[in-house]
């Protein structure tokens, strides 16, 4: 991976976390990556978050990193945008309806 790519990266996890705090959340990138699971960002509770920004989508590639990463119990989610476009998730369609149906309840 060159710098520039490492550079993008860092880039992306760092408006990911931006948007998190926006939102409330005590977000922050992962400086460490531990073999026993760990997405991109912390401070997000119950949810293991890999974020990519590529220019073509690899989202199956991108969903086994995220599985394999997250802890039991946690969400998993990939968030990822290309160049002038916004910023896009995965989560697999039962948690979206779970929250969807927390979110009306409230």
Known sequence: MSATERRKGIDAELEVVKLAREFGWPASRRL???R???GDIAGIPAVCLEVK???TA???????????????????????RRSASPWLSVIELDELFSLLA?????
């Open 36 to 38: 026993d699971g760990g």
């Open 102 to 106: 927390f979110r009306a309840r409230s």
């Open 58 to 80: 690899s989202v199956w590639a991108w969903w086994a990193q995220v599985e394999a990463a997250a802890k039991p119990g946690e969400i998993a989610a990939v968030a990822f």
């Open 32 to 34: 460490d990556q531990p």
């Open 53 to 55: 920004r590529q220019e």
